[in-house]
């Protein structure tokens, strides 16, 4: 949690530093792309925990909890500074663009993970599939050597 915020405040203090020195917003470009990767991690990180076995049965931590959310809000901010900056000093239609360019990362992003966890289900299906083949195959075969030894008795 500390290396997405402490990742967050850097990438902040860039596109700050950009705009102050009347600079572009659009060439602080990695700035931006690494703030909005450490919001998704916190939050990614935030929903694994909540979703977790511990968190159901209670060992979870409650400073951390608090710890998450207020880092969470504080990149919250930070983003709603952003949002203003390229309302402000970005080109027309920025802003519009940018929440229609998350929206369409977002989904791609989704279907990468979908797709990632569809792999692997196919290559653990795969792969217990073989493991049957191979373990029939060697019963068979045994089977074979039993009755062979069965016969010349």
Request: glycine fraction near 4%; aromatic fraction near 10%.
């Amino acid at each position: 949690m500390l290396a997405e915020l402490a990742a967050a405040n850097a990438a902040f203090a860039v596109i700050k530093q950009t705009i102050a020195n009347g600079k572009d917003l659009m060439s602080a470009g990695k700035a931006v792309s690494q703030l909005v990767s450490a919001e998704e991690d916190l939050r990614s990180r935030a929903n694994k925990k909540k979703n977790s076995f511990w968190s159901k049965v209670g060992k979870q931590s409650d400073l951390s909890d608090i710890e998450e959310f207020m880092a969470l809000e504080d990149i919250k901010q930070k983003r709603a500074e952003l949002e203003q900056a390229m309302i402000y000093y970005g080109r027309a239609g920025l802003h519009s663009d940018w929440v229609k360019f998350q929206a369409d990362a977002r989904k791609r992003r989704q279907e990468e993970a979908l797709e990632r966890k569809r792999k692997k289900q196919q290559m653990i299906e795969v792969f217990l599939i073989t493991l049957i083949c191979v373990v029939a195959g060697l019963g068979f075969l045994w089977f074979i050597w039993f009755i062979s030894m069965a016969v010349r008795q």
